[in-house]
């Protein structure tokens, strides 16, 4: 695995929602607009506004969201909004050979 780069003023932070929803999106802006104050390119993932009841979304959602972060070669982070009681269901799924090839930071 190469060695990880820290962030640095302009880079891209995907953001997805790897178990629950966001559960308050007033808080969720505010942090988001933190980040970009701090000069980070927020680029949220597809599931980052939407809830299916007590998860973001299904297994197989959420793991697509999490594999076209991992393979854009523009994100340099990757960080997850909340939650992890769900997470564990992704684990089979992930593209860990793009990861490997295309590492980045995860946060959360």
């Not at 297994?59 to 909340?82: F, G, H, Q, S, Y």
């Amino acid at each position: 695995m190469k060695k990880l780069e820290k962030l640095r003023y302009g880079d891209s932070i995907g953001i997805f929602s790897p178990s629950c929803p966001v559960s308050n999106l007033n808080t969720y802006e505010r942090a988001k607009k933190y980040l970009e104050n701090k000069g980070y390119k927020i680029v949220e993932g597809n599931l980052t506004r939407k809830s299916d009841y007590y998860r973001s979304g299904s297994i197989k959602e959420r793991v697509e969201e999490l594999n076209a972060l991992i393979r854009d070669p523009n994100i340099k982070c990757i960080m997850a909004t909340i939650g992890g009681m769900n997470s564990n269901s992704l684990l089979p799924y992930i593209d860990y050979e793009s990861f490997i090839q295309n590492p980045k930071i995860v946060i959360g």
